[in-house]
């Protein structure tokens, strides 16, 4: 009984530090996914804000510089969204271009692209709130 007492008393505290590094592991791995979720999302949330605030501006003020922007903040949404956004915000853009050509005759259409594309957007971010 000695010999079981005095082999639990060396054995015991390796198993407890064993685990103590499994579960600081575990830790932090989850805390680097966090953080990865966290800056992806920070990412994803600027861009799309990015992309609305160039629309608006295209539209209000439609020269080189302001398309440049547009486009420029197309390609950010195109890093961080989902295909299905992507291809709305494409859309919205091949449009905006057609719309400016045009002089400016469909504003109502332009208008009820860039909200289903806005409505598109919170879609996909609601979807982080479920993670």
């Known amino acids: 009984m000695q ?3 005095e082999l639990a008393k060396e054995i015991l505290p ?6 103590a590094v499994i ?8 805390a680097r996914k966090t953080e990865i ?8 949330t600027k861009s799309y804000r990015d992309y609305l605030d160039c629309i608006t501006r295209f539209v209000y003020n439609p020269c ?4 440049d922007n547009l486009v420029s903040s197309l390609y950010a949404v195109g ?10 915000a494409q859309s919205v853009y091949e449009t905006l271009i057609d719309w400016n050509r045009a002089e400016r005759g469909y504003t109502l259409h332009v208008d009820a692209m860039v909200n289903k594309l806005g409505d598109l957007m919170r879609k996909h971010l609601k979807t982080f709130d479920q993670r």
């Open 14 to 19: 390796s198993i407890i530090a064993f685990a």
């Open 23 to 30: 579960v600081s592991g575990v830790a932090i791995s989850n």
């Open 3 to 5: 010999i079981y007492l």
């Open 79 to 88: 890093l961080f969204s989902s295909s299905e956004v992507f291809d709305a």
């Open 37 to 44: 979720t966290s800056t992806y999302f920070t990412e994803l």
């Open 64 to 67: 080189d510089e302001t398309r």
